[in-house]
């Protein structure tokens, strides 16, 4: 397996994959759209999260949107839902955010 570093750029493809990720699917949800198989996906992710130095898949796409790699425009047709009181004292407000498949 080839070792990738950190800040290398990614390829068409990991940003193919990336903007599905980013937008809800599953690695066979990504592997189907793109007629490839699902462990395919997942070391395209892998070499993105390396190259990214993520953690994760959440901070994958965190990194990539702050980065400007993956504008946030792509998740325009997401419909965000925010419950809780507010951003005030002792209160914490979760967001979830739902994507059509």
Known sequence: ?????????????????????????S????????????????CHLDAVRMKLGARNRTHVVAIAIGAGIL??????????????SGPSIGHQMVGLVQCPS
């Open 1 to 25: 397996m080839r070792k990738f570093q950190q800040g290398e750029r990614l390829t068409v493809r990991e940003l193919e994959i990336l903007e599905l990720i980013a937008q809800g699917q």
């Open 27 to 42: 690695a066979k949800e990504a592997a189907i759209a793109l007629r490839i198989m699902p462990r395919t996906v997942e």
């Open 71 to 84: 504008p946030f425009e792509t998740m325009e047709h997401c419909k965000a839902t925010t419950y809780g």
